[in-house]
């Protein structure tokens, strides 16, 4: 089938479309998608430029485009969702929100929480800034939930996929062998503990945001576009596109920004669709897919695109 929009722009893996998610993904077919993986705004108190809903009325807005996510995801496929807590205004204590929309998507519209994950960014500043750096009463805030559900309680999902290179303690512990034994824990630790290949990664995942000096930082700004302000680090979409999908997947973002996951796509070799309401931000992703940025991490150096591709219909469903 044709989509019946016109993209913004489009690479060979994927098209990137300004306008409003839940009108283009009603014309998008029933489970089509394979992974959908996003940041949407924040329920934070101050409204910020890229858009963001109160506390008060941010479940029921989440709550329509999650129909749809349900809807377009295959029956083993994901949805990941990168979001942010909140403070109660003018109170040292924390909004329930992002706890209350795990509620709603699981028994409302019937996703299951396959597991939850926690986004600790190092280079977080101290924030509040009320109750951390000036009342000093709470430590800062730099952890995000990322709740992952499926609408099945068996999506695909291979932890072989993201291994981690062992300690150094774990390394030593391989050269010289394990005999077998009970742990204090009650764990009984046998004979065919061996070198897997890398370490299975906790529910925490680490990653700092301060690429300031990116490439897309300098694009942006030698073009004179402003970049966008909340984007999140390429490892983590790219940890869940190898956990969560294979090359050629289908790989939806409706709160695209900048664009990182579509640039995670390219580097992973999946397709991506990216639907973004501001056309500054959209604009200025463009950048992301210059071939000198492509080239600076990707691990397949085949098929990179020399430039953007003008707007096209090509299919992502063929």
Known sequence: MKFPFT????????????GDSLSIMRKLPPESVNLILTSPPYAL?????????????YVP????????FHRLLKADGSLVIDLGGSWQQGRPTRS????????SLCKETHFHLAQEFYWYNPAKLPSPA????????????SVNCIWWLSKTPHPKANNQKVLTEYSPDMKRLLVRGYRPKQRPSGHN????????????????LSFGNN??????????????????????PIQIPQFFMRFLTDPSDLVLDPFAGSNTTGEACEREQRKWIAVELNEGYLEGSRFRFD???????????????????????VSLFD
């Open 45 to 57: 108190h101050f409204k910020k430029e890229y858009g963001n809903k109160s506390q008060a009325e």
């Open 189 to 204: 630790i046998t004979a065919k503990f061996r070198d897997n290949g890398g370490a299975i990664p906790p529910n925490l």
């Open 61 to 68: 807005w989440f709550m329509e485009f999650a129909k749809e």
């Open 291 to 313: 071939k000198r940025n492509l080239e600076s991490l990707l691990p397949f150096n085949d098929d990179i695109p020399e430039k953007v591709e003008e707007p096209s219909l």
């Open 211 to 232: 690429d300031s000096n990116g490439y897309y930082m300098e694009a942006c700004k030698r073009a004179g576009i402003k970049p966008h302000p909340a984007k999140f």
């Open 96 to 103: 329930l929100y992002h706890f209350e929309l795990l509620l």
């Open 130 to 141: 009320e109750w951390v750096t000036v009342r000093k009463i709470r430590v800062k805030d």
């Open 7 to 18: 993209p913004l722009y489009s690479t060979k893996g994927g098209h990137a479309y300004l």
